[in-house]
């Protein structure tokens, strides 16, 4: 037994059709069983319970045991002065009010349904899942389920990120081009140079782009140099060295910040090494003076490609490294590199500034969503393995918030697949 399952049980009323009664036999009727709080303090709040025909509203804590009230110290804790109910597996010890009265404690126990117990232990307690505790069940639930389940987890997963793009704009002073440009970069560093990117993205102040970006070779400089990609010793090549005595130019004129470290190349195929995903990201805001806007006046998958239509400069045709030629070709960003941005950052960053105009682009981005090729990756192959297929980007997004958020933390409970298999028969 865990208390995930008593907040389940006392949250959706399932208990039996009986009278409730209190330890000390007083009887009870829940006309409201109060909001859950997610955070500290009682469990849930404001409910509304009727005790010895005596009406109360005031708050609830739930616990396995009553003993456990004092194993929390809650004894002591002045949030818990308003709890009107205290709601147990198992009552061990009478727990008191600061003026010396007995709360009120229901068992549960003896008014849970059985069903509902064997369902929770079939899902959580009897299983070993190769992938996620409801695996035997996930392919057979109703589709109309399943899918409104995804909408709503996409969502959920669209509102994290957008909590970290508005600690960005707090950073930046509302700058929305600045904290594009912060973005882009963290996604041009790829998973394995992604972090470091963002650190030094965030270093630069925007001002200083606006201010070269009417040279693709000052972007260059400035970009690539800002991302330790100028400190080589050994290579004479012409262009390195005019980036190079660009860079320090541009130091003193802006007094950058100093270069202290340098991304990682091991494990990143060519065309993902920083250099070429700098030149490229450099060559992008050359192109595009309001990349903000134009992106956010885009409202397809071909008009957001087409702002996207660039490539490395002319150096880097031949080169992935400085100072060592390779086959010829030009390096331009691919769909899938593409497909990524607006993934991870133009669609998040479209939901979030739909927010502060107060306009609902939700299903818009949704729609855009739905016209991208599903990621492929562990999680979307394990529920693929399930016979549940992955139709686009925005179910691939849902599921990974699925997995990551319920799945892999055994939240269950507060999963609607979860809840509803816990809810049959019963």
């Excluded at 049980?9 to 009278?19: E, F, S, V």
């Excluded at 009887?27 to 009727?50: C, H, L, M, R, T």
């Excluded at 009010?97 to 404690?105: C, L």
């Excluded at 090549?237 to 190079?244: G, N």
Aim: glycine residues 4%; contains cysteine; neutral net charge.
């Amino acid at each position: 037994m865990k208390e995930d399952l008593l907040h389940f049980i006392w949250g959706q009323k399932k208990l039996h059709g009986r009278q409730l009664t209190s330890t000390t036999n007083e009887a009870i009727s829940i006309k409201a069983p109060g909001v859950q709080n997610q955070y500290s303090g009682p469990d849930f709040f404001n409910a509304k319970i009727e005790i010895a025909t005596q009406m109360w509203v005031g708050n609830v804590e739930i616990h396995l045991k009553s003993s456990d009230w004092y194993a929390h110290n809650h004894q002591t804790d002045s949030n818990y002065n308003n709890v009107i109910l205290h709601v147990v597996w198992e009552d061990d010890i009478a727990v008191f009010r600061k003026d010396g009265s007995v709360i009120p404690t229901l068992e549960l126990r003896e008014y849970v349904p059985q069903e509902l117990l064997r369902n929770y232990q079939n899902l959580l307690e009897k299983n070993s899942p190769n992938f996620i505790n409801c695996e035997k069940d996930f392919a057979e639930m109703d589709s109309f389920l399943v899918e409104h389940w995804l909408h709503r987890l996409y969502i959920e997963r669209l509102e994290q990120k957008s909590n970290r793009i508005e600690e960005l704009l707090k950073k930046s002073n509302n700058d929305w081009e600045g904290v594009l440009f912060t973005m882009l970069a963290r996604n041009f560093g790829s998973k394995v140079n992604g972090d470091f990117f963002l650190d030094r993205a965030i270093q630069l102040e925007y001002s200083t782009i606006r201010k070269i970006s009417s040279s693709l070779e000052a972007l260059e400089s400035l970009l690539l140099g800002h991302f330790g990609l100028l400190q080589v010793d050994d290579c004479t090549d012409r262009y390195f060295l005019q980036l190079q005595k660009e860079h320090k130019y541009l130091s003193r004129k802006f007094n950058l910040p100093p270069v202290l470290s340098k991304p990682e190349f091991f494990g990143l195929r060519p065309a993902n090494f920083p250099t070429i995903r700098t030149a490229q990201l450099a060559h992008l805001y050359a192109k595009e003076q309001s990349l903000f806007s134009q992106i956010m006046e885009a409202s397809t998958l071909e008009e957001i490609q087409a702002i996207f239509e660039v490539a490395a400069s002319k150096y880097w045709d031949d080169h992935y490294t400085f100072g060592k030629t390779s086959k010829k070709g030009k390096k331009k960003l691919s769909k899938s590199f593409i497909d990524l941005l607006v993934i991870n950052t133009i669609v998040p960053l479209k939901f979030c500034y739909s927010r502060h105009i107060g306009v609902d682009w939700n299903e818009a981005l949704i729609s855009l969503l739905s016209t991208i090729t599903k990621e492929k990756n562990s999680i979307i192959g394990g529920f693929d393995k399930l016979g549940s297929k992955t139709n686009n980007a925005m179910e691939s997004q849902a599921k990974i918030q699925l997995h990551t958020h319920y799945c892999s933390k055994n939240k269950c409970l507060r999963c609607a697949l979860g809840t509803h298999l816990l809810n049959r028969n019963t």
